[in-house]
Structure formats: structure tokens, C-alpha cells
């Protein structure tokens, strides 16, 4: 058997009417840029999320430096983000003037860790980026807590995490502004790249969408940049978005059956989800001290795995320069040579879970517990 990581042409197939219809229509239209599709997409993100105001961008790293710009972000501002995620957000912070200021991840989570927040606070602190890594929420009424005392803003980084929930509530919605990612794989994927800004300040929404925009159509206020989703990106998202929340159960079935299966397996940890979070599961991701054996033998049984990310953001040679040592983010660091993410995708199969597990099982001699979980189980999906 094969299982790929992610399965996007399964998911087509599934709306392939939808999609094509959606597709037909741009075309027909040549409603490219902009458009009604663009327009109906942002106020549809808007209205699920609850937030006033949802800009439409070419991606999310675009999202995050025109909320940053938004922000007032000038030369020598520190803006504080996690040290183990996607290198967007701190490309972002650097893109916009600012310095990164590194914070390392909780333990538990894989989010950014509020202690090491309030650490690093200095008097040339202006902001927070928390990311809700893999789909989980970060702490957010802890960093909320630190961001008052402070006076800090927090644009919260969702390009994992659509529809995730802190204590009910969507998280997007805690923020000075929000970016979220349509990348093709993430839970709610364009065919191409697209992002989005969302907010509750009618003035901040009005000013990234006029700089957005080459600094305003017909009267050029400012210099801008050119970032725009595009309509064929547009009425795609529009076509997926109601599945999004029964995808998002499919992805939170997927991880009950691995977390069941995989439970005492080896030296494997599952995912550890904290109080009052709703988890969306972008990522499955299992820590193993043998993951790098793990992984090989996986990829030998058919089986695709990712590491995210193989190293934290502050040893990459980009970050050389920072004169960081693993002591610095003792989690991070401890982290990054354990994490493997497993295959997660809404249409992932009950046969395809268990063949996982049960090589997992096998990797680490222990095939006949898994056999047994998995008759156990049998109703997992
Ligand atoms: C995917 C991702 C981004 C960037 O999104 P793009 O749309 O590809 O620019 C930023 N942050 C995180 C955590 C991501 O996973």
C-alpha cells in the first residue's frame, strides 16, 4: 500500500462538480482579478470567522507583512514569534523593518510558551506573533494578558489552524489582526496561492487594503505592493468552504484513531492537546526518539512522512547571525529531532490508518498489541 501525506486530487474528486462549475464561471466571466468572487470569499471568511473586516492577499507571508506595515512597524522594532515553526512569520517580521525576537514552544503544545514571551520582553518590544502550530491554539488569554501589560499588539498567525477554537471561541478572532494561508494543503486550500488578513479595526482593514492595492486605486495615497488573490483562487474557496467543517471533523477523526492505536507504542508520543483548545489537526505530528529510523522505514513501506520543521527557526544558517545555541530554546531544540508528521488528510482511509500503525507497530517489534488495538478498534472510523 501507498499513502501519500497529503491527497489533494482525492479531494477533488470528491466537489469535482463544484470545483469545475466554480472554474467555468471565472472563465467565463474573466472575473481574474478581483471581482465578485474575490469579494463574495472575503466576506464569507468574515462572516464564519465573526470578525468585521477579512482582506483578500496573493498569500499568507504577504498577510503578515501588510498587517505588520498596518501596524506601524518601523527599523528596529522587536516582534516576538515562536522559535519552532515556518520561517513566514519571522521572514515577515525582517521584511517590515523589524527584529525577530525568538521565544521558545511549550513542552506540550508546540506553541509558543507565554513564560518565555514575558522573558524577552524589552523596551524595543511593539508586538506578538503567536502561531497555533499544527492546529492547535496557543495560549492565547496568557499572551493576551502580557500583550495589555504592555500595551504589545498581537497579529495572530492561522495558516494552520482554520476554524481551531481557544475556549470556544474561533481563534483569528483574539487578535489585533489575524493572517490566515489557502495554500493548496492547508485545511482550507486554493489551487494556487492565496491569503487573507482579518480584523476588527475598520481603519487598520481600510489602510492594508488601500496599500495592498498599489497605495489605492485611482488616487495613489501612498506607495503600496501589489498583492491580490485572484478570482479563479476565490470562487475555488468559495466552492469549499462549507465542507470545511465536516473536513475539519474528518482530520479530527483521523487523529482519535492514531491517538488510540498509537497509544504505548514504542517510545511514540502522541499529540498532547491543553485545556480548552480545539484542535484542527493541519499536522499529526508524533515524537519519537527513533525518528529518523522510523521515518526511513516508513518511507520504505510506502508510507510519507514530513518533518515539521526540521530544525527550529533560530539554527537555520539565516538566522546565523542571532549567535543562538540550543540552550537558548531547550525545547525547540529538543523537539526538532524527535518530531515526524504522520499522513493527515480528510479522506484518509481506515485501511490506510491501520497500515500505518501497524508498520509503526512493527517497526518497533511490537506488531501483535497493534493487531489486537487494531480489532479493537475496528469501529475507528
Ligand atoms: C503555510 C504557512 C505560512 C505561509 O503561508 P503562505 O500562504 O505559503 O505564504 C505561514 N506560517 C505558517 C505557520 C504556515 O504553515
Excluded at 479563479?232 to 468559495?238: E, K
Amino acid at each position: 500500500m501507498k499513502v501519500p501525506f497529503v491527497d489533494l486530487h482525492a479531494q477533488y474528486l470528491t466537489i469535482k462538480q463544484e470545483i469545475d462549475g466554480a472554474i467555468a464561471e471565472v472563465i467565463a466571466e474573466s472575473a481574474y482579478i478581483r471581482g465578485r468572487h474575490v469579494d463574495a470569499f472575503e466576506q464569507a471568511w468574515a462572516r464564519t470567522l465573526g470578525v468585521k473586516r477579512c482582506v483578500s492577499c496573493a498569500n499568507e507571508m504577504d498577510a503578515i507583512y501588510i498587517a505588520l506595515r498596518g501596524l506601524r512597524v518601523k527599523t528596529g522594532d522587536e516582534v516576538i514569534t515562536s522559535a519552532h515553526s515556518w520561517i513566514s512569520t519571522s521572514e515577515a517580521i525582517t521584511q517590515a523593518g523589524g527584529r525577530v525576537v525568538f521565544c521558545d514552544t511549550d513542552e506540550e503544545t508546540f506553541t509558543i510558551d507565554p513564560n518565555d514571551i514575558q522573558r524577552k520582553i524589552t523596551p524595543a518590544t511593539v508586538g506578538i506573533i503567536p502561531v497555533h502550530l499544527y492546529g492547535q491554539p496557543a495560549d492565547m488569554d496568557a499572551i493576551m494578558a502580557i500583550a495589555k501589560r504592555h500595551n504589545l499588539w498581537i497579529v495572530e498567525d492561522c495558516a494552520q489552524a482554520h476554524l481551531a477554537r481557544y475556549k470556544g471561541r474561533y481563534v483569528g478572532t483574539f487578535g489585533d489582526a489575524a493572517t490566515f494561508s489557502f495554500y493548496p494543503s492547508k485545511n482550507l486550500g486554493a489551487y494556487g496561492d492565496a491569503g487573507c488578513v482579518v480584523t476588527n479595526d475598520d481603519r487598520l482593514a481600510e489602510w492594508m487594503t488601500t496599500f495592498a492595492r498599489h497605495g489605492g486605486k485611482g488616487d495613489h495615497v501612498m506607495e503600496g505592493i501589489n498583492s491580490r488573490m485572484d478570482g479563479l483562487q476565490a470562487a475555488i474557496l468559495n466552492a469549499k468552504l462549507p465542507y470545511l467543517p465536516a473536513w475539519t471533523e474528518a482530520r479530527r477523526d483521523v487523529a482519535a484513531c492514531y491517538d488510540e492505536l498509537l497509544e504505548d507504542v514504542g517510545d511514540v508520543i502522541t499529540p498532547k492537546i491543553a485545556p480548552d483548545r480545539d484542535h484542527v489537526y493541519h499536522l499529526y505530528v508524533i515524537r519519537t526518539e527513533n525518528r529518523d529510523t522510523l521515518r526511513e522505514y516508513l518511507t520504505e513501506a510506502g508510507v510519507s512522512t514530513v518533518l515539521n520543521y526540521l530544525k527550529a527557526l533560530p539554527f537555520y544558517p539565516a538566522y546565523a547571525h542571532l549567535g543562538h545555541v540550543p540552550g537558548h530554546f531547550p525545547v525547540a531544540s529538543f523537539n526538532q529531532s524527535r518530531v515526524l508528521s504522520l499522513p493527515m488528510y480528510p479522506e484518509m482511509t481506515k485501511e490506510m490508518i491501520t497500515y500505518i500503525v501497524e508498520r509503526i507497530g512493527s517497526f518497533f517489534q511490537e506488531p501483535d498489541s497493534i493487531a489486537v488495538k487494531v480489532i479493537q478498534f475496528a469501529e475507528c472510523r
